[in-house]
């Protein structure tokens, strides 16, 4: 029996699906290309193909996979929606990809949480009279159960940092058995955190003692993001 695996965290793209002042939600989906890789994995690149034709006025994408031990074809059929930019293209590869979801390629997606970014962590503007963003977002790492379930994500942003984390299981401390959140900031954060501070001159110290704890494995996500922001709109040092 062929098995069609999960996708890993660098196959999953992020798009934003609504904005307001108050954040933004994201969206996870995959490419084509993803799609065809995968076919090509599990059933080897000549075994498959696609068609597409038109019902309705509808753009509908045929994936047919050969069943080797029954000697015959195995249809999968779904329909494409229009892209912005290109229309005929944009339904095509939107029907494909819908279809191979049929076949059982990124269906896990769609066991994904609601993935809300709020505005402290993201930068949103204003234009006429709706709210846009320029951040890209990535997932970084992700986790699925036995359900072939989502249960573990973790997105960043284009600088590195955490905008959303769903952790899978809390971990204990040795020897009190209280739970607590994995250490935040991750070593990428901190790097970008060193750079910012040798951009302005600021010490590791002084950010510190402002929220009032002794080194950054006590420093919490919000703690970070607050930070990190604040040094941001800091000057340069001057040389």
């Known amino acids: ?11 999953i793209e992020c798009r934003v699906g609504t904005i307001s002042e108050k954040g933004l939600s994201l969206l996870l989906y ?12 599990v059933y080897g690149t000549m075994n498959w193909q696609r068609t597409h034709l038109l019902v309705g006025g509808n753009l509908y994408c045929c994936v047919d996979i050969y069943d080797e031990q029954k000697h015959q ?4 059929m779904d329909v494409g929606t229009e892209s912005y930019t290109e229309k005929e293209k944009g339904q095509a590869s939107d029907s494909f990809k819908r279809a ?10 769609y066991t994904a949480p609601f993935i809300w970014v709020t505005a402290s962590k993201c930068s949103i503007q204003k234009k006429e009279n709706r709210y846009i963003t320029y951040d890209k977002f990535r997932v970084k790492e992700i986790e699925y159960n036995d359900n072939r379930e989502i249960i573990g ?3 960043l942003n284009q600088d590195g940092m955490i905008v959303y984390s769903l952790k899978s299981a809390k971990v204990q401390d040795n020897g009190t058995g209280a739970e607590h959140t994995p250490t935040v900031p991750s070593e990428e954060q901190m790097k970008l955190m060193n750079k910012e501070l040798e951009r302005t001159g600021v010490a590791l110290d002084t950010v510190l003692s402002r929220y009032q704890i002794s080194s950054v494995e006590e420093m919490t996500e919000s703690m970070y993001f607050n930070a990190m922001n604040s040094l941001k709109k800091t000057k340069k040092k001057v040389a």
């Open 1 to 11: 029996k062929k098995v069609i695996r999960l996708l890993t965290a660098d196959e």
């Open 30 to 41: 995959k490419d084509a290309r993803v799609d065809m890789r995968i076919l090509d994995e």
């Open 73 to 76: 074809w195995i249809s999968k």
């Open 100 to 109: 191979c979801v049929s076949v059982g390629i990124g269906r896990e997606l």
């Open 153 to 155: 994500l973790t997105i």
